[in-house]
T-cell receptor
């Protein structure tokens, strides 16, 4: 069975500081990994995803994530936070032979001026 | 190209009332999903439809029914609403492969009094 753990339900950074949101997964088969973002009062949208190939994945708005199989991690980073990055971020894993995503509980990112 | 649309955006019900949440997608996707989002609990899958003509239970199906009306439309029905069903409901769609992105609607905020 697959599972996702997001470390830290709330993260606060200063504008211009590094953003690091942590995601660890559990999967008995090679996983496909996703990060989604939810801005206030909106639906979720895809930031980036890892399927196969290069383990460093670049997404929208300057975000990137690195798949580390040995650490079962897929942490999300951005070198310099912007006020507009304030949102809820969800990590998800897809694996096995069904079409469902397994979701983490989310991390709320606050960006302080 | 509207993507995924949901109606209504807001709804207030009294305990015991029924209602249907509507969802439609114009991306010719095979799979559609209904989630609920509650504070601190992330996204929980209620029902999904892997393809037209099929529906399956997700993590929290009790108290809900669904209908995949055609390839475009997937509705969620609450037969007898309960306060525990107060939540934000999201519909999503994807092409159905494990690596595919799920596209989300804007959500329906439901309050059951």
């Amino acid at each position: 069975a697959q599972s996702v753990t997001q470390l830290g339900s709330h993260v606060s950074v200063s504008e211009g500081a590094l953003v690091l949101l942590r995601c660890n997964y559990s999967s008995s088969v090679p996983p496909y990994l996703f990060w989604y973002v939810q801005y206030p009062n909106q639906g979720l949208q895809l930031l980036l995803k890892y399927t196969t190939g290069a383990t460093l994945v670049k997404g929208i708005n300057g975000f990137e994530a690195e798949f580390k199989k040995s650490e079962t991690s897929f942490h999300l980073t951005k070198p310099s936070a912007h006020m507009s990055d304030a949102a809820e971020y969800f990590c998800a894993v897809s694996a096995g032979n069904n079409r469902k995503l397994i979701w983490g509980l989310g991390t709320s990112l606050a960006v302080n001026p | 190209n509207a993507g995924v649309t949901q109606t209504p955006k807001f709804q207030v019900l009294k305990t015991g009332q029924s209602m249907t949440l509507q969802c439609a997608q114009d991306m010719n996707h095979n799979s559609m999903y209904w989630y609920r989002q509650d504070p601190g609990m992330g996204l929980r899958l209620i029902y999904y439809s892997a393809s037209e003509g099929t529906t399956d239970k997700g993590e929290v199906p009790n108290g809900y029914n669904v209908s995949r009306l055609n390839k475009r439309e997937f509705s969620l029905r609450l037969e007898s609403a309960a306060p525990s069903q107060t939540s934000v409901y999201f519909c999503a769609s994807s092409d159905g492969q494990l690596t595919d992105t799920q596209y989300f609607g804007p959500g329906t905020r439901l309050t059951v009094l």
